[in-house]
């Protein structure tokens, strides 16, 4: 097995109770009521923020992260070492630009990074919750978030930004707090998620359930971790969030320290290569059974059937700047989708500019430097600052 | 039609004054202050942004170019990339006040069906479009035999986004069939100026370069 990328000295399994960044801690008089009909109490939510906020308020800009992210985005990783997930976009002098505004990444519920999820310790047992955890669904990941605002004294926000699944988030913002968003921008997402989408989803959940060290879910209780399951999880999902043209415009067929093949299992080719190490170094800092959970959130995130089947009865009367961004060569969050909210959007007359950025990356791209979405983010962040008085 | 008898009244500028291009002055003037406007294929926004600065439009519009949208974008401008033909299909009727085509009907696949979308997404619909029928257009292609090449049809046949040329009286005509009532119209002179005598509809069609057209559905 190759070298974790570990920075030393940090367990990643106590970063899901102790994490590296501030926490907010609700009691049982602040109780998450979540959509599964549970009040979670009580809960805790980990955040990261950048910037300062203004003597008015009004410069807050919140960063939805997407499933396998944390609220490190501008800044290094506690458990990699590398550096913020988005600090292409976050940062001084960024499109989100931290000298003028004041961000906040908040850990989602039901993840691993010091926010309550199934690697947190259940006060009634005294053990990780696993599966007692409730299904946490895109709503109440938004509910823990206005929360942690309104314990930072933050009214509404300037900005509400985020991709993939940070880009369901921001939809969710919009549409259960509209008066709280002055401006979202979400970026490579849909309004709901697709069958072909929640089909990719299972077929990581089997891999999980059907790794013998995952224990019905008590892995932590037992000591072990399923960690072939979600490494294979893992590798499932990468290839969605690249494209054709980049895989092999990376990989193509060539082999990997080798001049021929080995008529074995062994990684000949250098794509194989390159999903086993995504599949580990995933595991070294990511709780399966959190992965479970999120993927669940996704699948069930549909924002139209929450508004009778009408997605543009969600934007009613907004009056929240939309920007929202696809990219050609998403198969996993297609342009269609995009288009959907933007059409929506439309019939509900609420202001939104909708920009299709060429890239071959794949869904990823929005993480990565894509200078088209740079500039365009740039644009539409820059004109709602001034049109904010910012 | 009676090709000598004025159908509406004829637009005027009324202040040409800024540095603004005169056909974008020419329908500043007929949008009503506050009202709601999408333009389709607004380019890089500045007739939006004059008509949210000088009439306070609430101004959306749709751009195919990414270079487009994203000058938009730094002007505050909600647009929208994407593609008239197609994209128009999906706004609800009479969510606009006004619709602006501004010389892209030319350039559509189906300038009927975008022509009805108009009518039906906006109370009014603002057409502008090359006039084919110019007398430069009709000698180049009578005299010389070629294809023609003028201010308004800058580009060789072989590379023009133009691909359903009309004439300012086949515009009136394509009105009368999709029950288009034109409230005021307009021709611009080869400077760009609105011509400024009631001149009859021949007239315009043999000397004017573009048509200017305010519609509204019967």
């Known amino acids: 097995?190759?070298?974790?990328?570990?920075?030393?000295?940090?367990?990643?399994?106590?970063?899901?109770?102790?994490?590296?960044?501030?926490?907010?801690?609700?009691?049982?008089?602040?109780?998450?009521?979540?959509?599964?009909?549970?009040?979670?109490?009580?809960?805790?939510?980990?955040?990261?923020?950048?910037?300062?906020?203004?003597?008015a308020r009004s410069n807050a800009v919140l960063v939805c992260h997407a499933l396998t992210g944390d609220q490190h985005v501008a800044n290094t990783h506690?458990?990699?070492?590398?550096?913020?997930?988005?600090?292409?976009?976050?940062?001084?002098?960024?499109?989100?630009?931290?000298?003028?505004?004041?961000?906040i990444c908040a850990n989602v519920v039901g993840s691993c990074m010091g926010t309550t999820g199934p690697a947190s310790l259940d006060p009634a047992t005294g053990r990780a919750y696993g599966l007692d955890f409730p299904?946490?669904?895109?709503?109440?990941?938004?509910?823990?978030?206005?929360?942690?605002?309104d314990r930072l004294g933050i009214e509404d926000l300037f900005l509400c930004i985020g991709g993939s699944m940070g880009g369901m988030q921001v939809l969710q913002w919009a549409a259960s707090y509209p008066e709280r968003v002055f401006s979202?921008?979400?970026?490579?997402?849909?309004?709901?998620?697709?069958?072909?989408?929640?089909?990719?989803?299972?077929?990581?959940?089997?891999?999980?359930?059907?790794?013998?060290?995952?224990?019905?879910?008590?892995?932590?209780?037992?000591?072990?971790r399923p960690a072939k399951g979600l490494g294979v999880a893992r590798m499932g999902a990468h290839i969605t969030y690249l494209s054709e043209p980049a895989l092999h415009r990376k990989f193509g067929r060539r082999l990997q320290d080798r001049d021929a093949p080995t008529f074995s299992f062994d990684a000949d080719f250098q794509i194989e290569s390159y999903l086993r190490h995504q599949g580990i170094t995933f595991v070294e800092r990511f709780d399966a059974n959190a992965y479970l959970?999120?993927?669940?959130?996704?699948?069930?995130?549909?924002?139209?059937?929450?508004?009778?089947?009408?997605?543009?009865?969600?934007?009613?009367?907004?009056?929240?700047?939309?920007?929202?961004?696809?990219?050609?060569?998403?198969?996993?969050?297609p342009t269609a989708d995009s288009r959907a909210i933007v059409h929506a959007l439309n019939a509900a007359a609420a202001p939104v500019a909708f920009v299709e950025v060429e890239s071959d990356k794949g869904h990823d791209a929005f993480l990565l430097d894509e200078p088209a979405m740079i500039s365009a983010a740039k644009g539409f962040i820059a004109a709602a600052a001034r049109e904010r008085g910012l | 039609m009676n090709a000598s008898a004025p159908l509406a009244p004829a637009i005027l500028p009324q202040d040409a004054t800024g540095s603004s291009r005169i056909d974008h002055l020419v329908m500043l003037n007929l949008v009503e202050p506050g009202s709601r406007v999408l333009d389709v294929g607004c380019g890089d926004g500045s007739l939006l942004a004059l008509l949210r600065d000088r009439r306070g439009v609430d101004g959306r519009g749709i751009e195919l170019s990414r270079e487009g949208v994203n000058a938009c974008l730094a002007h505050g401008l909600p647009v929208i990339q994407g593609d008239a033909d197609t994209d128009l299909a999906a706004y609800p009727d009479d969510a606009f006040d006004y619709v602006i085509l501004s010389q892209t009907i030319q350039a559509t696949r189906q300038p009927k069906e975008v022509l009805e979308h108009l009518l039906r997404i906006g109370?009014?619909?603002?057409?502008?479009?090359?006039?084919?029928?110019?007398?430069?257009?009709?000698?180049?292609?009578?005299?010389?035999?070629?294809?023609?090449?003028?201010?308004?049809?800058?580009?060789?046949?072989?590379?023009?986004?133009?691909?359903?040329?009309?004439?300012?009286?086949?515009f009136v005509g394509l009105c009368r069939l999709v029950g288009a009532r034109i409230e005021r119209a307009s021709a611009l002179d080869a400077s760009g100026h609105p011509m400024r005598f009631a001149?009859?509809?021949?007239?315009?069609?043999?000397?004017?370069?573009?048509?200017?057209?305010?519609?509204r559905r019967r």
């Open chain 1, 1 to 55: 097995m190759a070298t974790p990328l570990l920075k030393p000295g940090i367990d990643p399994a106590s970063q899901a109770v102790e994490p590296t960044s501030p926490v907010a801690r609700f009691g049982a008089d602040a109780p998450l009521a979540m959509d599964a009909g549970v009040d979670l109490a009580p809960w805790q939510i980990a955040y990261q923020t950048a910037g300062t906020l203004n003597e």
């Open chain 1, 78 to 103: 506690p458990v990699t070492g590398k550096g913020g997930w988005w600090d292409r976009l976050v940062g001084p002098g960024k499109p989100v630009d931290t000298d003028r505004y004041f961000v």
């Open chain 1, 135 to 149: 299904l946490v669904t895109i709503r109440d990941m938004v509910r823990g978030q206005a929360m942690l605002l």
């Open chain 1, 184 to 224: 979202a921008m979400p970026i490579a997402t849909g309004a709901r998620h697709s069958a072909q989408n929640i089909a990719f989803h299972e077929v990581g959940r089997q891999a999980i359930l059907a790794d013998p060290n995952w224990h019905g879910g008590r892995y932590l209780d037992v000591g072990t």
């Open chain 1, 293 to 333: 959970y999120l993927t669940r959130a996704m699948d069930y995130f549909d924002l139209a059937a929450d508004h009778g089947g009408v997605l543009a009865n969600a934007f009613r009367g907004t009056r929240t700047r939309f920007c929202i961004m696809s990219f050609t060569s998403d198969w996993l969050f």
């Open chain 2, 123 to 170: 109370r009014h619909a603002i057409v502008s479009f090359p006039n084919f029928g110019h007398w430069r257009v009709r000698s180049e292609l009578l005299l010389r035999g070629r294809m023609p090449m003028t201010d308004t049809l800058p580009d060789p046949w072989y590379a023009t986004p133009n691909i359903h040329h009309c004439t300012i009286r086949d």
């Open chain 2, 199 to 215: 001149l009859p509809w021949w007239v315009w069609n043999l000397v004017g370069t573009q048509g200017v057209f305010l519609l």
